[in-house]
């Protein structure tokens, strides 16, 4: 067997079973995305020309096995061929990079005090962190962005049936699953109350609040990313934000928008902003994305309030600063993400090229 799929590599990242994974990739595909504790060696140009000494210069650590990676699983598997008969154990990544977009990891959020358990999901080929809050025999999702089926097996692990689902917004970045899992679980779908989809769901409103023994969920609208983005305050003292504050920034005011309607979403952004800076400083803040390869290391991207109000010096500039600062530094625009943005409107998923349509690293952050 000379190829190896994502689920395998990225369970035994997951496990920590010693694996070296070799990215023999040109440097500026790299630097885009990478998978966490990879070794780079561009061996690219040298492998497509079939010269068998490609890798002689790699160094490898001891008698473990390598997984060799390109961009789609062709060039990797010459290397993997050429490190075989060298005697090494080696499988070629299949499907490459673009299948890795769909790899995952999960870290426990702690959770001091409360017989309730939160897990931040995270697809580390992407960059799109989800949440599985479970208490007793229930859970809730927020921000689902992966296969239903990860949710549902994960859920199943504690003895949670999934019985609400929540977007903090319509994604533009990624296609989101929340729809699909909802259906799959029999789970109801809330989503905000804004007249964007043309599917049913269950509208959610500022102030609005889901209770269920020990988790009490309540919805603060927070406009200005998009303007139906919503954040989900767990137990007066987690906060998902969606694409609204991340550790280090803030949501870009400006998909989908026009010059005028990015000024009206920055100014609305502003005050969302400050409406959560007043909660308590130690309210930890579990953000919808991150613009690096999540580690396998259980450690949950989060920040507390205070740690951000800190960090980013932004949300203290007054209102017209603000507004000229964030437009200097907005982020070029993720491909495809009008095609996304139409996709989830609709709350369907393209019958192929998922990862087509999700190619590139998530730039919803201004930081
Ligand atoms: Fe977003």
Redesign the pocket.
């Known amino acids: 067997m000379i190829t190896i799929d994502v689920e395998t590599v990225r369970t035994w990242l997951e496990e920590g079973r010693p694996v070296t994974v070799l990215d023999i990739r040109p440097i500026h595909e790299r630097v885009e995305w990478s998978i966490p504790g990879s070794i780079h060696f561009d061996a690219y140009d040298a492998l497509k020309a079939n010269d068998p000494q490609a890798l002689a210069g790699v160094e490898l650590p001891g008698d473990i096995p390598v997984v060799t990676v390109c961009a789609a699983g062709r060039t990797s598997l010459i290397a993997a061929q050429q490190l075989q008969a060298r005697g090494i154990q080696a499988f070629s990544l299949d499907g490459g990079m673009k299948a890795w977009s769909l790899a995952w990891n999960v870290a426990e959020v702690p959770v001091a005090g409360d017989a309730v358990y939160v897990f931040q999901v995270r697809r580390t080929g992407k960059g799109c962190l989800s949440y599985l809050l479970g208490a007793q025999d229930e859970a809730l999702v927020i921000d689902a962005s992966l296969d239903p089926q990860v949710y549902l097996d994960l859920a199943s692990l504690y003895g949670w049936h999934i019985t609400s689902v929540f977007d903090t917004?319509i994604?533009?970045?990624h296609l989101s699953r929340s729809r699909q899992l909802a259906e799959r679980s029999g789970a109801t779908l809330f989503l905000p109350e804004k007249p964007r989809v043309s599917f049913p769901f269950t509208a959610i409103r500022d102030g609005d609040t889901l209770a269920k023994p020990t988790m009490m969920l309540t919805a603060l609208h927070t406009p200005g990313?998009?303007m139906e983005s919503t954040c989900y305050l767990l137990n007066n003292h987690i906060l998902f934000t969606?694409?609204t504050l991340f550790p280090t920034g803030i949501?870009r005011p400006d998909?989908e928008a026009d010059e005028q309607q990015a000024q009206v979403r920055a100014s609305a952004l502003y005050h969302s902003l400050h409406k959560l800076l007043a909660l308590p400083s130690d309210t930890l803040v579990l953000p919808?994305?991150t613009s690096m390869p999540v580690p396998f290391d259980g450690i949950p991207i989060a920040a507390t309030l205070a740690e951000i109000d800190e960090e980013v010096g932004m949300i203290h500039a007054p209102r017209e600063a603000f507004l000229q600062q964030i437009m200097m530094r907005l982020p070029p625009t993720p491909p495809n993400y009008r095609q996304v943005v139409t996709f989830n409107e609709m709350g369907l998923l393209p019958e192929s090229g998922v990862t087509d349509l999700e190619a590139g690293a998530n730039r919803?952050a201004i930081s």
């Open positions: 917004h994604h533009a970045d990313h998009t969606g694409d949501g998909l919808g994305h919803c």
